[in-house]
C-alpha cells in the first residue's frame, strides 16, 4: 500500500480526501496542527499533529515512513482575513509550503499535488474561465496560490519535483456516507450558512448584494463536491505514478448558479423556509466564477459524480442535520 502524506488532512476537502484515498488502497498519513483542522475528521490512516513550519518534524516523517506523494490542503482560506493580515497568509500558503518543499527535495520525493484556486484568476475576463485565463488575483489569498503555483513551476525545472496544481472552484456538500462534513470555525462560506439557518441557528441569511450584472443580480458560482475533488486528486496522483508530465487543472462544474438560486434550492432540499435579506456587498467578489473543466476531464479522465446542486446541497444538510454543532458533538 502506497504511503501518501495528506497535509492539512483533518480539514473538510483533505478528511474527504483520506476517505478516499483509503477506499482506494493508499494509506493517508495526516499532518496538520488542528489549528482549523478536526481529530474526529481524522478516521483512516495515521494521523501526526504537527506544521508544515516544523522542518525537524517534515524530516522524521519523510525519514521514518515512504512516501510516494504528497497532497497540500493545509492553508488559510479566509479571503477577506488576507487583506487585513496579509502577513499570516504569506507566512502559512508560501513561506512554510516553501519549507515543506525543501525537505521533499531533500529527501527525493518528488510527486506533489497542490490545492489551488479560481481566486488566482482574479477578475475574470472571460467566462468559463480556462486554465489559460490570466492569472491577476485581487487578495492576499489568491497571490499566495498563484505564488506556489509559480514555485512549483521552478523546482519542476531545477529539482524534478513534479507537481500538479488544481484550481478549485466553490468546493461543497458533503461525505455522502455522512461520515464527514464541513466544519469551519468561523463559517463564511455561502451553502453550509443557508444550512445553519435552515436549522435554526441563525436567524436569516445575508445575501451580499443584488445589483450585480447577472440574471437576478446576485453573484453566480460554480459549486463542485467535496468528493468529486478528492477523485480528481487521485486522478492527478495517478498521472503522475504513471510518469504522465503535471500541470495545472481547473475543477469545476461549469454550471452558475446566483446566490438566490442556492437559497432556493435549499428551500426545496430542506423543506424549511429559510428567510433571506439582502445587504451590502461583500468587497472582492466578482460577479460570476464559472470554470470550464474540460482539459481535466481530457487529460486526467475526470468524470464528476454529483454535478446536480441540489444533490450536493442534500449532502451537505444530512450532515449538517445529524451534526448540528458540528464536529463538536
Ligand atoms: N455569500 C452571501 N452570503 C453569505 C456568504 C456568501 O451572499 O453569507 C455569497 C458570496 O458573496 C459569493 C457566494 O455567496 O457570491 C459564495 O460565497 P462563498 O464565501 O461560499 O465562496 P467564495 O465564492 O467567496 O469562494
Given amino acids: 500500500m502506497k504511503s501518501i502524506l495528506v497535509v492539512g488532512g483533518a480539514g473538510y476537502i483533505g478528511s474527504h480526501m483520506c476517505k478516499y484515498l483509503s477506499r482506494h488502497d493508499y494509506h493517508p498519513i495526516v499532518l496538520d496542527n488542528l489549528v482549523y483542522g478536526h481529530r474526529q475528521a481524522v478516521k483512516w490512516g ?64 518528488s510527486n506533489f499535488i497542490f490545492s489551488s484556486s479560481c481566486a488566482t484568476y482574479g477578475e475574470p475576463v472571460q467566462i468559463p474561465i480556462r486554465e489559460d485565463h490570466p492569472q491577476k488575483p485581487i487578495n492576499p489569498y489568491g497571490k499566495t496560490k498563484l505564488m506556489v503555483e509559480q514555485i512549483l513551476e521552478d523546482f519542476r525545472g531545477a529539482y524534478g519535483l513534479e507537481s500538479i496544481s488544481l484550481r478549485y472552484f466553490n468546493a461543497a456538500g458533503a461525505d455522502p456516507d455522512g461520515e464527514l462534513g464541513e466544519d469551519h470555525d468561523p463559517e463564511t ?49 495517478e498521472r503522475l505514478f504513471n510518469g504522465l508530465p503535471g500541470g495545472v487543472y481547473n475543477l469545476g462544474n461549469g454550471d452558475g448558479y446566483s446566490v438566490k438560486e442556492v437559497v432556493e434550492i435549499a428551500r426545496n432540499v430542506t423543506g424549511k423556509p429559510i428567510p433571506a435579506r439582502v445587504v451590502e456587498k461583500r468587497p472582492g467578489d466578482p460577479a460570476v466564477l464559472v470554470g470550464s473543466s474540460e482539459k481535466a476531464m481530457d487529460e486526467l479522465g475526470w468524470r464528476p459524480q454529483f454535478p446536480d446542486l441540489s444533490t450536493i446541497v442534500k449532502t451537505a444538510w444530512n450532515w449538517h442535520k445529524d451534526n448540528p454543532n458540528g464536529y463538536g458533538g
Fill in 46 to 109: 495515521t494521523f501526526v499533529r504537527g506544521s508544515t513550519s516544523d522542518s525537524g518534524l517534515l524530516r522524521k516523517l519523510f525519514a521514518d515512513y515512504t512516501i510516494e506523494a504528497v497532497m497540500h490542503f493545509a492553508a488559510f482560506c479566509y479571503v477577506g482575513e488576507s487583506v487585513t493580515n496579509p502577513a499570516k497568509y504569506y507566512e502559512n500558503n508560501v513561506v512554510n509550503t516553501l519549507a515543506l518543499l525543501e525537505v521533499m527535495v531533500e529527501y527525493r520525493v
Fill in 189 to 237: 462560506h455561502l451553502i453550509p450558512l443557508v444550512l445553519e439557518t435552515a436549522l435554526g441557528k441563525r436567524p436569516c441569511i445575508e445575501i451580499f448584494g443584488e445589483n450585480y450584472p447577472t440574471k437576478d443580480g446576485t453573484c453566480v458560482r460554480d459549486y463542485i463536491h467535496v468528493e468529486d475533488l478528492a477523485q480528481a486528486h487521485l486522478l492527478a496522483l
